[in-house]
C-alpha cells in the first residue's frame, strides 16, 4: 500500500515529474499484453541508476511493493501490477552508456529499445542476436527480467547468452554489479544468469554489458509446404541431423494457415498444404547458398509439397508473409488468445502436436500451434471467448492436459515467455520441492521484504 | 573433523570399499595442481547419486566438511582439502545415463572424463566444444564445478553454455533438479547457471544434461610469426573486426619462445620471430579455406613476419608443435609455475603485455605469458623458486601489480581457473561488498553448516 508519506518521499527523491498518481496514468500502466488489469498506486519514471536505488530504498523503508517494468509486451503477466503496488516504468532510462565495437560490447540503461541496439551494433558490422517479436518495442530490462528469444535463438541462444554484466539493486536498495566486461569470467558466483530470467523479483535491473556478434553478410530463406505437420515436423528432425545450423526454423500448423486464408496470405502456397516450415540461413555470401543447398537436402522427403527459396530481400520478405501474418489473423478468431509456449524435445514435437490436434478436437477448442521448432519451442494458442464459462472452462482443461504432457515428454513450460501471474499453478508440476525451496530462499535473500514483483513467477 | 562414528556411518551407507582411511590413500588425494597439499581425513567413492545423497546427509548430521573432487587436475586449490575434511571422489560415477543425438543431448554422472563425452558425441556426427586443456583426463563435474574453457571458447563459449540441466546435492543433503532438457526453458530461477563455477561450494553436482553441437567439418591452421607482441596482438584486434570467429586464437609472447628453444620447438619459426599467434577456423569442407583467407587478410599488417596455413591433419599437428610443447618446457625455468589466467578487454591485451613486461624486469622475475587472446584470456606464468623468500616476496609483489592493472583495464581475476584457495585474497578487489554478501548468503541457504568444499571462492 502506498501511503501520501510514501508518495512525497518518492516526489521528493525523484521529483514531482517522475511520479505519477493521477487516475489517467495509472490506468494506463494497469496491464501488459495478458488479458487482465490491476490498477497500480502509482507510476515512476526513474531516469539513472541512482533514481532506482533512491525509489528501492524508500519502499523497502515503506513497505511499498514494486512491479518493475519495460514496455509491457510481456505476454504472461509478468509486469502485471500487484494489487496495491507501484509500477516502476524504466521508459525514460535509454541510454547508450558505452558502445565499444572492437570489444564487442555495449552498456545501455534497462530502457534501452531492443531493436536499437541491434540497429547501433549493425552499424559497426555488429548485431545483437536475440529477436523477441516485440522487439522493435520491447525494452532490455524486460528482455533481460524474462530472457527473451525469438526465432534466431536456433542458432545464436537466448537473452542469458549475449549478457556479460549487471548493474541492479536489491529490495532492500543494495547495488549490485554482477559479472564482468570480457567474453570470459569466473569470478564468484554468477549473479547475473540467477538475474536473468527471474522476472524482476530478485533485483531492479538498471544497466546492462552486453555482448554483440559480427553481422552475417548474407541470408536466405526457404519456405517449404507439407501435406501433414507430422511430416513437416519429421523434416525438422532431419535438420537436427545435419551440420547446417539454419538461423530460424519456424513451423505453422494447419490451423494456423486456415487463420491467414482469409487475408490472402496463404493464396500463393501448394495446393493441400497443411504445414509450412520457414528455414533460414545466414552467413559468408559465399557460404550461404551451400548452406541453403544442405538443408533443402535434409528437408527433402516425404509429404514435401513444394520448396522455395529466396536470396534477395524482396524474396526474402515475400516468403515470410504467410509467417508474418498470422498475429494478426490469430486474433479473428475468438477475443482471447491463451498462449502458451511450451517446449518439448524436436523429435518428440510430431507427436505432441497430434496429441493437441486430439485435444482440441475433444474439447472442441480451436487451437493454433505455430512456432521455433528448431527448439522444439511451440507456441500453442487456444482461441477463446472468455465470457463464455463453458468454454472456458473446457480451455483450463485443454490447459492441464497440455501441460503434463509437456512434461511428460520431457519438455518445459515455458520456452520465452516465462511464468509471470499466467503459469504460476503450473511450476510445482515441473521443479521438485526442495529445487522450488531453495529459490524462495534465495529470493528472501534479495528481497528480504518481498516487495520486488510480488505475485509473479514463484507459485502461491 | 571426521569422527569414528561418522567413519562408520559413511560404511554403512556406501560400503566398506568405497570409505578408504589409510595413509596411502589419504595422501593420494592430499592435492590437486595447486603446489600446495593438506591431507584429508577420508576419501569416499561414491557409485550413484544416492550415495552422494546419503553422504551429504551423513555428513550434514555429523558436522564433516567435504571437498569434491574430479580429477584433481585444477590449478587454484579448487579440490584441495580443506583441513579435518572428507574428500569425494567423483571418480566411480562414470555412467553415460542417456545419449540422445537426435536431440544434441547427453546425461552424464559427474565422473565422465571430459573427452570421453566428445569421443562419443563424434561418434554421431556431433561434438561436445568446451576443450579444457585438461580434458583427456579431467571430470566433467569439475569442468561444471569451475566453468573450464579452452581455446574453443572464443568460438563456442565455455563449460556453462552446453549445460541443459543438473541433478545436485545439497549441502544439507537435499536433492535438486534445475534446468531443463531443451535447448530453451525459463520455468523458475536458474539455478543451473548459479551452480555452474560455485566450486562445490552450493552442491555436490551428480548428474549433468550437456548440449551438444553439429561436429564441423573441417579445420584448418594458421601459425603466424611476429616481430613483437604488440604487433601479434594488434593483429588480434583486427581479427575481432571482422566477421570470420576464428575456433581458437591463441598468442604466445618471447619468453614463451625462449622456453620452447631447448627443445627444438622453436626451429622452424621464422628467425626474430618475438611473438606466435595460432589461429583456427572449422566449418565445412568448402567454407574452411574461405575463413583462412578471411582471417589471413585480417592478420596481416606490421611486424608479421611470417604466415604458415595448414589444412591436412599432419600439417595442422606441426603447426601447432611449438604450442604443444609450451607447457612441459616452461617447467624447465624453475621449479614453481605461478599461473594466473586473467582476463582484459581484447583491445588492451597489447599494453597490459607491456605492463607484464615492465614488471618482470623490475622485479627480476621471470614472467612467461601466452593464452586465448581472443577472449582476452592471458595466462600470465610467474617461474619462481618456492624456497627463495627474496623472489617470492618479489612474486607476491608482481601479482598484486598485475590484478590492480587487470582491473583497472576493466578485466577480470580469472577466466577459466577459477578462485579456489589461490585467488580469494584479490575478490574483494573485483567483487564489491553488497554483491558479495548477496553471494555469502546465498552460499547460506544452500550449505547451512558451511561444510561445502569450504575455503574456496569466497574471501576470508
Same mark, same amino acid.
Given at each position: 500500500?502506498?501511503?501520501?508519506?510514501?508518495?512525497?518521499?518518492?516526489?521528493?527523491?525523484? $521529483?514531482?515529474?517522475?511520479?505519477?498518481?493521477?487516475?489517467?496514468?495509472?490506468?494506463?500502466?494497469?496491464?501488459?499484453?495478458?488479458?487482465? /488489469?490491476?490498477?497500480?498506486?502509482?507510476?515512476?519514471?526513474?531516469?539513472?541508476h541512482?533514481?532506482?536505488?533512491?525509489?528501492?530504498?524508500?519502499?523497502?523503508?515503506?513497505?511499498?511493493?514494486?512491479?518493475?517494468?519495460?514496455?509491457?509486451?510481456?505476454?504472461?503477466?509478468?509486469?502485471?501490477?500487484?494489487?496495491?503496488?507501484?509500477?516502476?516504468?524504466?521508459?525514460?532510462?535509454?541510454?547508450?552508456i558505452e558502445?565499444d565495437?572492437?570489444n564487442r560490447l555495449i552498456v545501455v540503461e534497462a530502457?534501452?529499445?531492443?531493436?536499437?541496439?541491434?540497429?547501433?551494433?549493425?552499424?559497426?558490422?555488429?548485431?545483437?542476436?536475440? @529477436?523477441?517479436?516485440?522487439?522493435?518495442?520491447?525494452?532490455i530490462g524486460?528482455n533481460l527480467a524474462?530472457n527473451?528469444?525469438?526465432?534466431?535463438?536456433?542458432?545464436?541462444g537466448v537473452t542469458r547468452d549475449w549478457v556479460l554484466g549487471l548493474r541492479a539493486v536489491t529490495?532492500?536498495? #543494495?547495488e549490485i554489479r554482477t559479472g564482468c566486461r570480457t567474453t570470459k569470467g569466473v569470478t564468484g558466483l554468477d549473479l547475473t544468469r540467477l538475474l536473468v530470467g527471474s522476472?524482476?523479483?530478485l533485483a531492479?535491473i538498471t544497466e546492462a554489458t552486453l555482448k554483440l556478434?559480427?553481422?552475417?553478410?548474407?541470408?536466405?530463406?526457404?519456405?517449404?509446404?507439407?501435406?501433414?505437420?507430422?511430416?513437416?515436423?519429421?523434416?525438422? /528432425?532431419?535438420?537436427?541431423?545435419?551440420?547446417?545450423?539454419?538461423?530460424?526454423?519456424?513451423? &505453422?500448423?494447419?490451423?494456423?494457415?486456415?487463420?491467414?486464408?482469409?487475408?490472402?496470405?496463404?493464396?500463393?502456397? #501448394?495446393?493441400?498444404?497443411?504445414?509450412?516450415?520457414?528455414?533460414?540461413?545466414?552467413?559468408?555470401?559465399? @557460404?550461404?547458398?551451400?548452406?541453403?543447398?544442405?538443408?533443402?537436402?535434409?528437408?527433402?522427403?516425404?509429404?514435401?509439397?513444394?520448396?522455395?527459396? $529466396?536470396?534477395?530481400?524482396?524474396?526474402?520478405?515475400?516468403?515470410?508473409?504467410?509467417?508474418?501474418?498470422?498475429?494478426?489473423?490469430?486474433?479473428?478468431?475468438?477475443?482471447?488468445?491463451? =498462449?502458451?509456449?511450451?517446449?518439448?524435445?524436436?523429435?518428440?514435437? /510430431?507427436?505432441?502436436?497430434?496429441?493437441?490436434?486430439?485435444?482440441?478436437?475433444?474439447?472442441?477448442?480451436?487451437?493454433?500451434?505455430? $512456432?521455433?521448432?528448431? =527448439?522444439?519451442?511451440?507456441?500453442?494458442?487456444? &482461441?477463446?471467448?472468455?465470457?463464455?464459462?463453458?468454454?472456458?472452462?473446457?480451455?483450463?482443461?485443454?490447459?492441464?492436459?497440455?501441460?503434463?504432457?509437456?512434461?511428460?515428454?520431457?519438455?518445459?513450460?515455458?520456452?520465452?515467455?516465462?511464468?509471470?501471474?499466467?503459469?504460476?499453478?503450473?511450476?510445482?508440476?515441473?521443479?521438485?520441492?526442495?529445487?522450488?525451496?531453495? &529459490?524462495?530462499?534465495?529470493?528472501?535473500?534479495f528481497?528480504?521484504?518481498?516487495?520486488?514483483?510480488? $505475485?509473479?513467477?514463484?507459485?502461491?
Amino acid at each position: 500500500m502506498l501511503t501520501a508519506n510514501a508518495l512525497s518521499d518518492f516526489r521528493l527523491a525523484l $521529483g514531482e515529474d517522475r511520479v505519477f498518481a493521477d487516475e489517467d496514468a495509472r490506468a494506463c500502466y494497469a496491464s501488459d499484453e495478458t488479458p487482465r /488489469s490491476v490498477v497500480p498506486d502509482a507510476v515512476l519514471f526513474p531516469v539513472s541508476h541512482e533514481h532506482v536505488v533512491a525509489l528501492a530504498r524508500l519502499a523497502h523503508q515503506h513497505g511499498v511493493a514494486l512491479t518493475p517494468r519495460g514496455a509491457g509486451s510481456g505476454n504472461v503477466g509478468g509486469a502485471l501490477p500487484a494489487p496495491g503496488s507501484v509500477v516502476v516504468s524504466f521508459e525514460c532510462m535509454r541510454r547508450v552508456i558505452e558502445f565499444d565495437p572492437d570489444n564487442r560490447l555495449i552498456v545501455v540503461e534497462a530502457g534501452v529499445v531492443t531493436e536499437d541496439i541491434d540497429r547501433l551494433a549493425r552499424s559497426a558490422g555488429l548485431f545483437y542476436p536475440p @529477436d523477441p517479436g516485440s522487439g522493435a518495442y520491447s525494452r532490455i530490462g524486460g528482455n533481460l527480467a524474462m530472457n527473451a528469444a525469438g526465432p534466431r535463438a536456433v542458432k545464436y541462444g537466448v537473452t542469458r547468452d549475449w549478457v556479460l554484466g549487471l548493474r541492479a539493486v536489491t529490495g532492500d536498495g #543494495a547495488e549490485i554489479r554482477t559479472g564482468c566486461r570480457t567474453t570470459k569470467g569466473v569470478t564468484g558466483l554468477d549473479l547475473t544468469r540467477l538475474l536473468v530470467g527471474s522476472e524482476g523479483t530478485l533485483a531492479l535491473i538498471t544497466e546492462a554489458t552486453l555482448k554483440l556478434a559480427p553481422a552475417p553478410e548474407a541470408i536466405a530463406t526457404l519456405r517449404l509446404c507439407f501435406d501433414s505437420a507430422a511430416h513437416a515436423l519429421d523434416a525438422v /528432425s532431419r535438420i537436427m541431423r545435419q551440420s547446417v545450423v539454419p538461423c530460424a526454423l519456424e513451423f &505453422m500448423d494447419e490451423r494456423a494457415i486456415d487463420a491467414i486464408r482469409p487475408t490472402g496470405a496463404a493464396d500463393d502456397l #501448394a495446393p493441400g498444404t497443411r504445414a509450412l516450415l520457414m528455414v533460414e540461413a545466414d552467413g559468408s555470401s559465399a @557460404d550461404v547458398p551451400r548452406q541453403i543447398e544442405a538443408l533443402q537436402r535434409a528437408l527433402e522427403g516425404p509429404g514435401l509439397l513444394e520448396a522455395r527459396s $529466396g536470396f534477395a530481400r524482396d524474396e526474402i520478405t515475400r516468403l515470410w508473409t504467410a509467417r508474418k501474418s498470422l498475429s494478426h489473423a490469430v486474433k479473428r478468431i475468438a477475443p482471447l488468445k491463451i =498462449n502458451e509456449d511450451v517446449v518439448v524435445p524436436v523429435t518428440r514435437l /510430431s507427436g505432441f502436436v497430434e496429441f493437441i490436434d486430439t485435444t482440441a478436437e475433444a474439447l472442441h477448442l480451436p487451437i493454433v500451434s505455430f $512456432g521455433h521448432a528448431g =527448439n522444439g519451442n511451440l507456441h500453442v494458442n487456444l &482461441m477463446v471467448h472468455p465470457d463464455d464459462p463453458d468454454e472456458m472452462t473446457r480451455a483450463h482443461a485443454a490447459l492441464d492436459a497440455i501441460m503434463s504432457r509437456v512434461l511428460e515428454l520431457g519438455g518445459t513450460l515455458s520456452g520465452e515467455h516465462g511464468i509471470g501471474t499466467e503459469k504460476r499453478r503450473f511450476v510445482p508440476l515441473e521443479i521438485t520441492p526442495p529445487t522450488l525451496a531453495l &529459490m524462495r530462499a534465495i529470493k528472501q535473500q534479495f528481497d528480504p521484504r518481498g516487495l520486488l514483483n510480488p $505475485g509473479k513467477l514463484f507459485p502461491e
